[in-house]
Structure formats: structure tokens, C-alpha cells
């Protein structure tokens, strides 16, 4: 593990003694680490960003989707790589799903990690804080409503000596908008409105990012035709955040992921190892003389 800014990360994409490189964070400099490592000769794993999707068909249990909603879009503050950041509900249900989520999210507890009642806590930075609900003000001037704005949630033990920004819910937003192309690392949850599963799969598919998506729906049918259809990496089917257990791959799809390989299981093994053919053979009287023709086991 080492600390460093560019100049390090360079040096060791440069260096002939690194012969493999891990990283995760956004996809511009993961594709830059995935280039610049491959140009020299190195394997390179390079996951991306993400922008994760959650379909909520008109069959589901809403209840078990708001829960699972609030979760996963604002566990680590939204910050981490498999959050929540779009739910996509589907016919009419968007409304009952908001109101069951605003519910939610008024009784969440934010405050300082030291305090054993706190829920979430602050952000990294003063400098993230303020671009992450920059948001909020750039998603209603585009035509979003702000149906939770987390500037004014109450902090436990008050908003001094932290980063401090609450759940904060959009609804109404669509694909155009900024605060669903980018990836905001933030407690922001995007509600998007979609009139069929067909406008829904749509959507996710055409993302830019494939990491990971979900889909809450009781129709064994409609799961399973979402999990062959979809465009991500990763898939759950009533859970929140779909990452597998380590010894399947993790990783994403499409500007989430480049290069072939994932990072946990199988290909994790692989990546870090190397396979070497060895074909030996101990010599007795028969060894059979010289022979010209294609070489084979006897």
C-alpha cells in the first residue's frame, strides 16, 4: 500500500520491478492507470466508477425496497463504490416509494462516529461536501424536485467540526440531468420515473457505468429476464447492493471496469499468479531414438 499522488502512481506504473497493478477509483485515471500500465508491459486491474442502478417493479414490496433504498444509498454516507445512487420506479408506484423512503430517512440518525446512537456520518472533506450538495441545487434548476434536502437534517451533538451533509432524496430526475450523469459519491439518491420495464432495462443499460444494478420485483419471470437483459457487472434480485461473496468475481462492466479481470475469486488468483508450464521426463532404455514428427506424451 503505498500513499502518493500522481508522481507516485507513476512511478510505480514505470517501475520494472511492479509487475502487476490494482486500482480503484474513477474512471478517468483508471482508464489512465489501465493505459499507462499495459504500455509498460504490466497486468493491470483498473475498476472504475459506477452509477447503480435500482429498478422497483409495480409487483414489489415496497416496503422491503424503501428499506433497502435507504441502505444502500446512504451507507458510508453513499460513499462507496456499489451505493445506490438511481432508483428507477417503474408505473405508479414512484410516489408511495418516495413518501415511504422520506419516512425513512427523517428518522435516520446522523452524527460522529464516537457517538454509539449515530447512523451515518460526515463526509471526507469540506471540499466533497460542498460538491456533492452542489447537487441538489443543480438538479432542481434542471427540472428535479427536492424531495429531502440533507442541509437541514439535524446532526447529533450539531453541525460544528464536520462535513456535515443529511439523505438527501431527488425525485423526477431524468437522464439528462448532472446529478444523474455523474457520479456523486454522496449521500444523493436519484428517483427516476419509468413507464414500462422496457424504458427501465433501457435506462440502466445505456449508462455509461455497468457496476452493479438491483431489481425488487415477486415475478420469478420478470428477475430472470432482467438478469439476462441488463448491461452491468453485477446483479441482485431483491437485494440492495449486489456484491457476491469473495470467492466470485467483483468487478463491473463497460467504463466501470477495464481490462478482463475482476478482482475476487478465480481471476483475483490468477491476476496475482503466474501458471508455468513444466513437461519433464525421467530418461530409461526405451527413450525411442530421434524422431522429427510433432512432439507427444507417451
Not at 463504490?81 to 422520506?102: H, Q
Not at 460538491?131 to 460544528?160: F, M, N, W
Not at 424504458?199 to 443499460?205: D, G, K, L
Not at 475482476?262 to 513444466?278: C, D, I, S
Request: proline share 5%; aromatic share 8%; net charge negative.
Amino acid at each position: 500500500m503505498v500513499q502518493g499522488d500522481k508522481e507516485a502512481v507513476d512511478a510505480l506504473l514505470g517501475h520494472p520491478d511492479v509487475r502487476a497493478v490494482s486500482f480503484v477509483g474513477s474512471t478517468p485515471i483508471a482508464r489512465y492507470v489501465y493505459e499507462t500500465g499495459t504500455g509498460a508491459g504490466k497486468r493491470v486491474q483498473a475498476l472504475g466508477g459506477a452509477k447503480n442502478h435500482m429498478v422497483v417493479l409495480p409487483d414489489a414490496d415496497l416496503d422491503l425496497a424503501a428499506d433497502a433504498a435507504v441502505s444502500a444509498g446512504f451507507g458510508s454516507a453513499g460513499e462507496r463504490c456499489m451505493a445506490v445512487s438511481v432508483l428507477v420506479a417503474v408505473g405508479p408506484v414512484g410516489d408511495e416509494l418516495v413518501a415511504k423512503i422520506t419516512e425513512r430517512v427523517a428518522r435516520l440518525r446522523v452524527g460522529p462516529g464516537t457517538d454509539e446512537r449515530s447512523e451515518m456520518g460526515p463526509l471526507v472533506t469540506g471540499a466533497h461536501r460542498d460538491k456533492v450538495a452542489s447537487y441538489l441545487d443543480s438538479g432542481v434548476r434542471e427540472g428535479a424536485t427536492l424531495a429531502v434536502d440533507g442541509r437541514v437534517h439535524p446532526v447529533i451533538g450539531g453541525s460544528e467540526g464536520g462535513f456535515w451533509l443529511g439523505p438527501s432524496v431527488l425525485d423526477h430526475v431524468t437522464p439528462s440531468m448532472g446529478c444523474y450523469t455523474d457520479e456523486i459519491f454522496g449521500p444523493v439518491l436519484s428517483v427516476v420515473r419509468a413507464s414500462t420495464y422496457a424504458e427501465a432495462i433501457r435506462m440502466v443499460s445505456e449508462n455509461p457505468y455497468g457496476n452493479g444494478t438491483a431489481i425488487f420485483t415477486n415475478d420469478g419471470g420478470a428477475a430472470r429476464r432482467f438478469v439476462f437483459d441488463v448491461e452491468a457487472g453485477m446483479v441482485g434480485v431483491n437485494v440492495p447492493i449486489p456484491v457476491p461473496m469473495a470467492y466470485y468475481s467483483f468487478g463491473g462492466w463497460k467504463a466501470s471496469l477495464f481490462g478482463d479481470t475482476h478482482v475476487h475469486g478465480t481471476e483475483g488468483v490468477h491476476f496475482y499468479t503466474r501458471g508455468k508450464a513444466v513437461t519433464s521426463r525421467w530418461l530409461d532404455p526405451s527413450h525411442g531414438g530421434v524422431s522429427l514428427g510433432f512432439p507427444v506424451n507417451r
